[in-house]
Protein backbone atom coordinates (compact mmCIF):
# COMPACT_ATOMS: atom_id res chain seq x y z
CA UNK A 1 0.00 0.00 0.00
CA UNK A 2 1.61 3.48 -1.11
CA UNK A 3 0.72 6.45 1.76
CA UNK A 4 2.09 10.09 2.44
CA UNK A 5 4.53 10.54 4.29
CA UNK A 6 2.33 12.10 7.25
CA UNK A 7 -0.25 10.21 8.09
CA UNK A 8 -3.04 12.16 10.39
CA UNK A 9 -4.64 10.32 13.22
CA UNK A 10 -7.55 12.45 13.25
CA UNK A 11 -10.20 13.99 11.00
CA UNK A 12 -13.63 15.90 10.69
CA UNK A 13 -16.75 14.62 9.12
CA UNK A 14 -20.29 16.29 9.02
CA UNK A 15 -22.52 13.41 10.23
CA UNK A 16 -26.05 13.31 12.06
CA UNK A 17 -26.47 11.65 15.29
CA UNK A 18 -30.03 11.64 14.93
CA UNK A 19 -32.08 12.42 11.48
CA UNK A 20 -33.49 15.49 10.71
CA UNK A 21 -32.79 18.92 9.35
CA UNK A 22 -29.35 21.05 8.94
CA UNK A 23 -30.19 21.90 12.79
CA UNK A 24 -29.43 18.02 13.03
CA UNK A 25 -26.04 18.22 11.18
CA UNK A 26 -22.77 17.93 13.35
CA UNK A 27 -18.92 18.61 12.56
CA UNK A 28 -17.45 15.31 14.65
CA UNK A 29 -13.82 14.26 15.00
CA UNK A 30 -13.70 10.91 13.77
CA UNK A 31 -10.57 8.32 13.24
CA UNK A 32 -8.69 8.98 10.02
CA UNK A 33 -10.04 6.15 7.16
CA UNK A 34 -7.39 4.04 5.69
CA UNK A 35 -7.57 2.50 1.83
CA UNK A 36 -7.88 -1.18 2.20
CA UNK A 37 -7.38 -4.11 -1.27
CA UNK A 38 -8.80 -2.12 -3.94
CA UNK A 39 -9.25 1.10 -2.39
CA UNK A 40 -8.08 4.40 -2.62
CA UNK A 41 -8.51 7.61 0.44
CA UNK A 42 -9.32 10.50 -0.88
CA UNK A 43 -8.12 14.33 0.98
CA UNK A 44 -11.53 16.03 0.16
CA UNK A 45 -11.19 19.55 -0.91
CA UNK A 46 -14.63 20.44 -1.80
CA UNK A 47 -17.88 18.76 -1.67
CA UNK A 48 -20.91 19.99 -3.82
CA UNK A 49 -24.47 19.85 -2.16
CA UNK A 50 -27.89 18.09 -3.86
CA UNK A 51 -31.48 17.71 -2.75
CA UNK A 52 -30.94 13.94 -2.14
CA UNK A 53 -28.55 14.99 0.47
CA UNK A 54 -31.02 16.17 2.54
CA UNK A 55 -33.70 14.32 1.29
CA UNK A 56 -32.14 10.95 1.99
CA UNK A 57 -31.44 11.95 5.87
CA UNK A 58 -34.69 13.77 6.70
CA UNK A 59 -36.28 10.57 8.69
CA UNK A 60 -35.54 6.94 9.82
CA UNK A 61 -37.41 5.85 7.43
CA UNK A 62 -36.50 7.55 4.68
CA UNK A 63 -32.99 7.31 6.06
CA UNK A 64 -33.43 3.39 5.62
CA UNK A 65 -35.06 2.98 2.22
CA UNK A 66 -30.95 4.46 1.14
CA UNK A 67 -29.65 1.69 3.60
CA UNK A 68 -28.46 4.60 6.04
CA UNK A 69 -28.12 4.26 9.60
CA UNK A 70 -26.77 5.89 12.49
CA UNK A 71 -24.51 7.71 12.86
CA UNK A 72 -24.57 8.56 9.45
CA UNK A 73 -22.09 11.04 7.45
CA UNK A 74 -24.16 13.90 4.82
CA UNK A 75 -23.13 14.66 1.39
CA UNK A 76 -22.59 12.53 -1.98
CA UNK A 77 -20.28 14.86 -4.40
CA UNK A 78 -16.73 15.01 -3.90
CA UNK A 79 -13.25 16.22 -5.44
CA UNK A 80 -9.86 16.04 -4.29
CA UNK A 81 -6.74 14.34 -3.84
CA UNK A 82 -5.70 10.80 -3.38
CA UNK A 83 -3.40 10.13 -0.84
CA UNK A 84 -3.55 6.28 -0.27
CA UNK A 85 -3.39 3.70 -2.46
CA UNK A 86 -4.61 0.43 -1.61
CA UNK A 87 -3.15 -3.14 -2.58
CA UNK A 88 -4.43 -3.99 -6.13
CA UNK A 89 -5.42 -0.41 -7.07
CA UNK A 90 -4.07 -0.10 -10.75
CA UNK A 91 -6.39 3.00 -12.34
CA UNK A 92 -4.71 5.10 -9.52
CA UNK A 93 -1.84 6.93 -7.84
CA UNK A 94 -0.74 9.26 -4.67
CA UNK A 95 -1.46 12.79 -5.91
CA UNK A 96 -4.11 12.29 -8.61
CA UNK A 97 -6.69 14.99 -8.50
CA UNK A 98 -10.60 13.23 -8.56
CA UNK A 99 -13.97 13.72 -8.60
CA UNK A 100 -16.65 11.24 -7.75
CA UNK A 101 -19.47 10.35 -5.23
CA UNK A 102 -19.78 8.91 -2.12
CA UNK A 103 -23.62 7.95 -0.62
CA UNK A 104 -24.00 10.05 2.37
CA UNK A 105 -20.22 10.39 3.40
CA UNK A 106 -18.78 12.85 1.53
CA UNK A 107 -18.87 15.96 3.84
CA UNK A 108 -15.80 14.86 5.57
CA UNK A 109 -11.68 15.13 5.17
CA UNK A 110 -10.69 12.11 4.18
CA UNK A 111 -13.51 9.42 1.72
CA UNK A 112 -12.02 5.72 1.30
CA UNK A 113 -13.72 4.92 -2.28
CA UNK A 114 -13.87 1.62 -4.41
CA UNK A 115 -11.45 1.86 -7.40
CA UNK A 116 -14.45 0.12 -9.27
CA UNK A 117 -17.16 0.59 -6.60
CA UNK A 118 -21.12 2.29 -7.76
CA UNK A 119 -21.85 5.43 -5.73
CA UNK A 120 -23.98 3.91 -3.62
CA UNK A 121 -21.56 1.28 -2.11
CA UNK A 122 -18.14 1.87 -2.31
CA UNK A 123 -18.40 4.78 -3.39
CA UNK A 124 -16.97 6.02 -7.33
CA UNK A 125 -13.80 8.63 -8.21
CA UNK A 126 -12.90 9.97 -11.60
CA UNK A 127 -9.45 11.73 -13.00
CA UNK A 128 -9.98 15.47 -12.52
CA UNK A 129 -9.00 16.75 -15.86
CA UNK A 130 -6.93 19.59 -16.21
CA UNK A 131 -8.40 23.23 -16.41
CA UNK A 132 -11.12 21.90 -14.36
CA UNK A 133 -11.22 23.24 -10.48
CA UNK A 134 -12.19 21.22 -7.96
CA UNK A 135 -14.75 23.31 -6.58
CA UNK A 136 -16.21 22.76 -10.25
CA UNK A 137 -15.68 18.85 -10.09
CA UNK A 138 -17.25 18.69 -6.54
CA UNK A 139 -20.42 19.87 -8.60
CA UNK A 140 -20.75 17.25 -10.92
CA UNK A 141 -20.89 13.50 -10.21
CA UNK A 142 -24.68 13.46 -9.20
CA UNK A 143 -26.41 16.24 -11.24
CA UNK A 144 -24.22 15.77 -14.51
CA UNK A 145 -24.97 12.02 -14.33
CA UNK A 146 -28.80 12.60 -13.97
CA UNK A 147 -29.00 15.34 -16.66
CA UNK A 148 -26.98 12.72 -18.86
CA UNK A 149 -29.62 9.82 -17.71
CA UNK A 150 -32.72 12.11 -18.19
CA UNK A 151 -31.66 13.64 -21.79
CA UNK A 152 -30.73 9.97 -22.79
CA UNK A 153 -34.57 9.24 -22.06
CA UNK A 154 -35.56 11.84 -24.06
CA UNK A 155 -33.20 11.61 -26.73
CA UNK A 156 -33.35 15.15 -27.84
CA UNK A 157 -31.62 16.17 -30.55
CA UNK A 158 -31.68 19.32 -33.57
CA UNK A 159 -35.01 18.99 -35.01
CA UNK A 160 -36.58 18.83 -31.00
CA UNK A 161 -37.68 21.61 -28.86
CA UNK A 162 -37.40 20.43 -25.14
CA UNK A 163 -39.45 21.65 -21.98
CA UNK A 164 -37.11 21.37 -19.01
CA UNK A 165 -38.96 22.02 -15.76
CA UNK A 166 -36.56 23.62 -12.90
CA UNK A 167 -34.47 24.15 -15.17
CA UNK A 168 -32.16 26.71 -12.83
CA UNK A 169 -31.30 24.43 -10.52
CA UNK A 170 -28.43 21.60 -9.87
CA UNK A 171 -29.54 19.38 -12.82
CA UNK A 172 -31.10 21.96 -14.79
CA UNK A 173 -28.12 23.94 -15.74
CA UNK A 174 -26.48 20.53 -17.02
CA UNK A 175 -29.58 19.63 -18.90
CA UNK A 176 -30.11 22.59 -20.40
CA UNK A 177 -26.74 22.76 -21.93
CA UNK A 178 -26.48 19.26 -22.61
CA UNK A 179 -29.95 19.58 -24.60
CA UNK A 180 -28.75 22.97 -26.23
CA UNK A 181 -25.35 21.15 -27.55
CA UNK A 182 -27.47 18.28 -28.81
CA UNK A 183 -28.89 20.86 -31.10
CA UNK A 184 -32.36 21.34 -28.99
CA UNK A 185 -34.21 24.36 -28.72
CA UNK A 186 -34.93 24.86 -24.87
CA UNK A 187 -37.50 26.25 -23.29
CA UNK A 188 -36.39 26.57 -19.12
CA UNK A 189 -39.06 27.05 -16.20
CA UNK A 190 -38.39 29.00 -13.14
CA UNK A 191 -39.46 32.07 -11.33
CA UNK A 192 -39.45 35.28 -13.04
CA UNK A 193 -35.84 36.51 -10.99
CA UNK A 194 -34.00 33.48 -12.45
CA UNK A 195 -35.02 34.74 -16.81
CA UNK A 196 -31.62 35.90 -16.81
CA UNK A 197 -29.36 33.06 -15.71
CA UNK A 198 -31.93 30.50 -17.47
CA UNK A 199 -30.86 32.94 -20.71
CA UNK A 200 -27.08 32.56 -20.31
CA UNK A 201 -27.50 29.05 -20.12
CA UNK A 202 -29.23 28.83 -23.98
CA UNK A 203 -33.04 28.52 -22.12
CA UNK A 204 -35.45 30.57 -23.46
CA UNK A 205 -37.04 31.23 -19.74
CA UNK A 206 -40.47 30.70 -19.13
CA UNK A 207 -42.44 31.21 -15.49
CA UNK A 208 -43.73 28.21 -13.96
CA UNK A 209 -47.28 27.98 -12.31
CA UNK A 210 -50.59 28.57 -13.36
CA UNK A 211 -51.20 29.30 -16.85
CA UNK A 212 -48.07 27.27 -17.82
CA UNK A 213 -49.35 25.46 -20.63
CA UNK A 214 -50.23 28.77 -22.29
CA UNK A 215 -46.96 30.33 -22.04
CA UNK A 216 -45.38 27.62 -23.48
CA UNK A 217 -47.96 27.53 -26.47
CA UNK A 218 -47.02 31.75 -26.80
CA UNK A 219 -43.66 30.95 -27.07
CA UNK A 220 -43.59 27.60 -29.41
CA UNK A 221 -46.55 27.54 -31.76
CA UNK A 222 -45.45 24.67 -33.03
CA UNK A 223 -45.61 22.87 -30.56
CA UNK A 224 -43.14 20.93 -27.71
CA UNK A 225 -41.42 17.54 -28.75
CA UNK A 226 -39.96 16.52 -25.64
CA UNK A 227 -39.95 17.41 -21.97
CA UNK A 228 -37.56 17.20 -18.90
CA UNK A 229 -39.51 17.49 -14.93
CA UNK A 230 -36.99 18.14 -13.05
CA UNK A 231 -38.65 19.11 -9.63
CA UNK A 232 -41.98 17.60 -9.58
CA UNK A 233 -44.67 16.60 -11.64
CA UNK A 234 -46.21 19.70 -12.48
CA UNK A 235 -44.10 19.88 -15.79
CA UNK A 236 -44.76 17.13 -17.03
CA UNK A 237 -48.46 17.23 -16.63
CA UNK A 238 -48.15 20.59 -18.82
CA UNK A 239 -46.40 18.48 -21.30
CA UNK A 240 -49.08 15.78 -21.85
CA UNK A 241 -51.43 18.56 -22.26
CA UNK A 242 -48.98 19.90 -24.79
CA UNK A 243 -49.57 16.75 -26.67
CA UNK A 244 -45.68 15.51 -25.83
CA UNK A 245 -45.97 11.68 -26.34
CA UNK A 246 -45.46 9.82 -22.48
CA UNK A 247 -42.21 8.11 -24.25
CA UNK A 248 -40.60 12.16 -24.14
CA UNK A 249 -41.09 13.19 -21.14
CA UNK A 250 -39.12 12.23 -17.70
CA UNK A 251 -39.04 12.97 -14.21
CA UNK A 252 -36.34 12.74 -11.75
CA UNK A 253 -37.97 13.74 -7.96
CA UNK A 254 -41.24 12.05 -8.69
CA UNK A 255 -42.94 9.31 -10.72
CA UNK A 256 -45.55 9.25 -13.07
CA UNK A 257 -47.12 6.49 -14.45
CA UNK A 258 -46.43 5.90 -17.89
CA UNK A 259 -43.58 8.07 -17.48
CA UNK A 260 -40.00 6.69 -17.69
CA UNK A 261 -37.76 8.58 -14.51
CA UNK A 262 -34.18 9.12 -15.42
CA UNK A 263 -31.70 8.27 -12.50
CA UNK A 264 -28.21 9.15 -12.68
CA UNK A 265 -27.25 5.33 -11.33
CA UNK A 266 -28.15 4.51 -15.28
CA UNK A 267 -26.33 7.11 -16.76
CA UNK A 268 -24.25 5.42 -19.95
CA UNK A 269 -20.93 4.62 -19.77
CA UNK A 270 -18.20 7.44 -19.99
CA UNK A 271 -21.20 10.05 -19.73
CA UNK A 272 -19.78 12.03 -16.36
CA UNK A 273 -16.14 11.75 -18.07
CA UNK A 274 -17.53 13.45 -21.38
CA UNK A 275 -19.27 15.82 -19.26
CA UNK A 276 -15.95 16.69 -17.02
CA UNK A 277 -14.30 17.46 -20.60
CA UNK A 278 -16.95 19.36 -22.02
CA UNK A 279 -16.04 21.49 -18.37
CA UNK A 280 -12.61 21.07 -19.01
CA UNK A 281 -12.79 22.42 -22.84
CA UNK A 282 -15.35 24.83 -21.74
CA UNK A 283 -18.64 24.03 -23.67
CA UNK A 284 -20.46 23.72 -20.55
CA UNK A 285 -20.08 25.87 -17.49
CA UNK A 286 -21.42 24.84 -14.05
CA UNK A 287 -22.65 28.03 -12.17
CA UNK A 288 -21.42 28.30 -8.63
CA UNK A 289 -24.15 29.68 -6.37
CA UNK A 290 -22.55 30.06 -2.90
CA UNK A 291 -19.64 28.36 -1.13
CA UNK A 292 -18.92 27.91 2.08
CA UNK A 293 -16.62 26.31 4.80
CA UNK A 294 -17.45 23.00 6.38
CA UNK A 295 -18.02 25.13 9.78
CA UNK A 296 -20.97 26.64 8.27
CA UNK A 297 -22.69 23.25 7.18
CA UNK A 298 -25.85 24.12 8.49
CA UNK A 299 -26.43 27.78 6.37
CA UNK A 300 -25.60 25.83 3.52
CA UNK A 301 -27.81 23.19 3.32
CA UNK A 302 -30.79 25.45 4.44
CA UNK A 303 -29.91 27.72 1.31
CA UNK A 304 -29.85 24.50 -1.11
CA UNK A 305 -32.78 23.30 0.58
CA UNK A 306 -35.02 26.33 -0.09
CA UNK A 307 -34.78 25.43 -3.86
CA UNK A 308 -34.42 28.78 -5.40
CA UNK A 309 -30.71 28.95 -5.49
CA UNK A 310 -29.38 29.27 -9.49
CA UNK A 311 -26.60 26.59 -9.42
CA UNK A 312 -24.57 24.90 -7.39
CA UNK A 313 -23.56 25.17 -3.05
CA UNK A 314 -20.44 23.94 -2.54
CA UNK A 315 -18.30 22.90 1.01
CA UNK A 316 -14.65 23.78 0.98
CA UNK A 317 -12.96 21.54 3.28
Same mark, same amino acid.
Given at each position: ???????????????????G??E???????????????Q?????????L??M @?W??????????????A =???G??? @?YAG??? $??? @???????????V???????????????? $???P???????????????????? #??A??????????????????? #??L?????G??????????R???????????????????? =??? $??????????????????? &????????? &?????????????????I????A?V???????????????? $???????A??? =????????????????????Q??????G??????
Amino acid at each position: MTEPSINPIASRAVQFESFGGPEALRIREVPVPHAGPGQIRVRVTAAGLNPM @DWFMTSDAETAARFGLA =LPCGFGT @DYAGIVD $EVG @DGVSKFAVGDRVFGGALSRAVADYVVID $EAGPIAVGGEAHRTPDGVDDRTAA #TLAIAGSTAAAALAVVNAGPND #TVLIGGAGGGVGVFAVQLARLAGARVLGTGSATSADALRA =LGA $EPVTYGDGLVDRVRALAPA &GVTAAMDLH &GTDTAQAARELGVPDERITTIAARVDGITPANGANAAPGAI $EEIAGLVASGR =LRVPIAATFPVEQIRAAVELQAGRHVHGKVVIIL
